[in-house]
């Protein structure tokens, strides 16, 4: 007999659908409206047309008053993009012009956080390209399915990633002891708090900002069931149970929830929607022109004594057939010019505005500006291959592939903001050091440091392991679920480059992601493994229902682990490092791009301001450091213009 419910009990479930309801009304309508009134321009609305060729284009082409003239131009309105137009668009006596290669596209779907991260879906606005094959990935001749990602949108990757939010802490304290100044943990520490809002339990935790614009939280509990035994298993094998993966005082060596970015409405909050929202974009629509669906081709320089200055941006529809119809338009930056086209974008086009290992220019035939031998080199990514179990069916997110737990699960979101479209796909992490695993059998000692600082360099974690409710590679047969254990190299050593296919802008440039081409890599991922079947075999040991669908055997010899490696590695999307912040030369991991204030060595008036300025890849998910970035960027131009009193 179905369990009756007290007549109160109904009451109050109807009110509290009323109340969301209302509140979904009440916010999504007027965005509706607003996003058919979001003050965007295009191309022709910013610029004046280019009459010489591109490749000649220099300063007397660019307009010197009025329309086409900004003091700012910030290039790509990605995560960052958006935090840094936003902020220099505070000052009312700037004009800055935001270009981005996507559209807005805020649909309902596309603030839903578990449907906005399938960037598989239909009309999710993002690029996917494959990378070129690595001939050491290589297994029985073909190689793993690798397909690379990125947001083309306003807001881009914050828009379409899993929205998970961690910080870093002795990453930043490597790259002040490697002499970068103003980026020790306690320089960047107030840039974080300066962009978050925390809501709810976050928000009594120390260390969180609570007056940001950019809202984070953290679930309290876990919305799929396979996440409880998993935690106890974690703890069982050696991983003690960390409270905040953020904390920046002990390390995260354990097994933790992960904060994300989700609002109080239960809704992606990416940097568009925190710092360039409708409202904001349309109360500063004179002094910021959001210019979407707009091609950055290439930069345009002045050449003075102390060398070459960047001035201008060369700019066409993104749409081929409009852009033909249209040509192109230039627009000049009086004072400076901020890249933040991402690890890919940012890389590709200074080269081909000349700006990049003159090799590499030459062959394309690109004019060289400024021979910088670092743009483009360094490219890295957190590699990562799954073990994978098969779960109960309701376990997982495959339950959704059928039609009533999917309707049901909507509703649920619709109705009460609850349910497993409210999840990210990652709500619990763990991450340890390699050193610390057992090679036997894969249990660990993390206990053992449970109060190390989380400010050492030393303390930063070379593995972690992301359960996820799903089969990750290998889809389970119909009516199961799965689980699978993403195991991450977090500080890997190998990298790999961005070079330019074509002088074609539109042509994704060559990435070679370079993974486990370091052998030093190769033992740190098989003891990451080693630890994920350990957790695995726990959780049946404490009488989960796990079966093995697609492993290793703990005592898998190192062929074995190879080819198993090989066949389920995968990209997690996390490029960096690609125009690094190190000296131009003598920088011990390779040259730099960018100096501390993310200024182009050798260019003046040139800033990149992305994921790609990372020294080397931080050992945490990169969204809320790029954000950081961006703040912290807009705050370094401020100053440098007298805008921000010191
Ligand atoms: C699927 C996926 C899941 C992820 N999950 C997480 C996660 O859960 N947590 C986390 O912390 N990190 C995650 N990441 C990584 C993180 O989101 C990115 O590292 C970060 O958002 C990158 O920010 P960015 O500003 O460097 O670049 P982007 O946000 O990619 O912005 C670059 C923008 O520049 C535009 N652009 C590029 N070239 C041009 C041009 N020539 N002209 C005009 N516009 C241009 C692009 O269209 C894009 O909008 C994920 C990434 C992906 C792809």
Same mark, same amino acid.
Not at 515 to 523: I, M, N, Q, V
């Given at each position: ?80 993009? #958006? /935090?840094? %137009?936003?902020? &220099?668009?505070?000052? *009312?006596?700037?004009?800055? $012009? ?131 035994? #998993? /935690?106890? %298993?974690?703890? &069982?094998?050696?991983? *003690?149970?960390?409270?905040? $993966? ?146 109960? $069916? ?253």
């Amino acid at each position: 007999m179905p369990e009756k419910r007290a007549p109160s009990t109904s009451y109050a479930l109807f009110l509290a659908a009323l109340w969301r309801w209302l509140n979904v009304l009440w916010w999504y309508f007027p965005r509706v409206l607003a996003e058919a009134t979001y003050p965007e321009v295009r191309p022709k609305d910013v610029g004046i047309p280019l009459k010489v060729r591109e490749e000649d284009v220099g300063d007397a082409d660019l307009p010197e008053e009025g329309q086409g003239v900004f003091d700012y131009i910030v290039v790509g309105g990605g995560t960052s993009g #958006c /935090v840094i %137009a936003s902020r &220099l668009s505070e000052s *009312p006596d700037v004009r800055v $012009l935001l270009l981005e290669r996507g559209p807005v596209s805020d649909t309902f779907l596309s603030r839903v956080p578990l449907i906005s991260t399938n960037f598989a879906r239909a009309n999710s606005p993002n690029y996917r390209w494959l990378p070129r094959a690595q001939e050491n990935m290589k297994v029985d001749d073909s190689h793993a399915d690798m397909a690379m990602v990125s947001g083309k949108v306003l807001g881009g990757t914050s828009r379409i990633n899993s929205m998970l939010y961690t910080r870093g802490a002795g990453e930043w304290e490597a790259m002040a002891r490697a002499g970068r100044k103003g980026w020790s943990f306690a320089e960047v520490y107030p840039y974080f708090l300066k962009s978050e809002r925390a809501l709810g339990a976050m928000s009594s935790r120390p260390g969180h900002g609570l007056s940001g614009k950019w809202q984070t939280r953290a679930y309290g509990h876990y919305l799929l069931p396979s996440y409880n035994p #998993c /935690v106890s %298993a974690a703890q &069982l094998v050696g991983l *003690p149970y960390i409270k905040d $993966l953020n904390s920046p005082v002990r390390a995260p060596f354990g097994v933790g929830d992960v904060d994300v970015s989700i609002d109080a409405r239960g809704q992606r909050c990416s940097t568009y929607h925190a710092f360039l929202p409708a409202e904001l974009a349309a109360a500063r629509k004179n002094r910021l022109k959001v210019c979407t669906e707009t091609l950055a081709r290439r930069l345009v320089f002045s050449h003075g004594e102390k060398g070459p200055r960047a001035v201008g941006v060369v700019i066409e529809d993104e749409d081929e057939e409009r852009a033909r119809e249209m040509g192109r338009f230039v627009v000049r930056a009086r004072r400076e010019i901020i890249l933040c086209g991402g690890a890919v974008g940012s890389p590709q086009l200074l080269q081909l505005s000349g700006i990049g290992p003159r090799e590499v220019l030459e062959e394309k035939g690109v004019r060289v500006v400024k021979h910088l031998p670092g743009v483009g080199e360094h490219l890295q990514d957190h590699f990562g291959a799954a073990v994978q179990y098969l779960t109960p $069916l309701t376990h997982s997110f495959h339950a959704l592939e059928h039609t009533f737990f999917a309707l049901r699960d909507i509703l649920r979101y619709i109705l009460f903001a609850t349910g497993i479209f409210l999840a990210p796909i990652v709500q619990v992490s763990i991450f340890t050091e390699s050193s610390l695993i057992s090679s036997k059998d894969g249990t660990c000692t993390a206990y053992k440091v449970a109060n190390a600082s989380a400010l050492d360099p030393d303390n930063v974690p070379d593995v972690e392991i992301m359960p996820i409710p799903a089969g990750l590679q290998v889809p389970p047969p119909p009516g199961e679920g799965g689980l699978s254990f993403l195991t991450v190299l977090a500080t890997p050593f190998s990298k790999g480059s961005v070079r330019l296919a074509s002088t074609d802008p539109r042509e994704r440039p060559i990435c070679d992601l370079g993974f486990l081409s370091d052998p030093r890599d190769w033992a740190v991922i098989s003891k990451g493994l080693k630890l994920s079947l350990a957790i695995a075999a726990q959780m049946r040991k404490s009488g989960y229902a796990l079966r093995d669908h697609c492993v290793l055997p703990m005592n898998a010899g190192e062929d074995e682990v190879k080819r198993f490696v090989k066949r389920q590695g995968r990209t997690t999307y996390h490029y960096s490092s690609t125009c690094r912040m190190a000296l131009e030369e003598g920088d011990v991991d390779g040259p730099g791009v960018v100096d501390d204030e993310l200024r182009v060595h050798g260019v003046d008036g040139l800033r990149v301001a992305d994921a790609s300025i990372f020294p080397k890849i931080l050992s945490v998910h990169l969204q809320a450091p790029v954000v950081m970035v961006g703040e912290k960027c807009a705050d370094m131009i401020k100053r440098s213009w007298g805008e921000v009193e010191e």
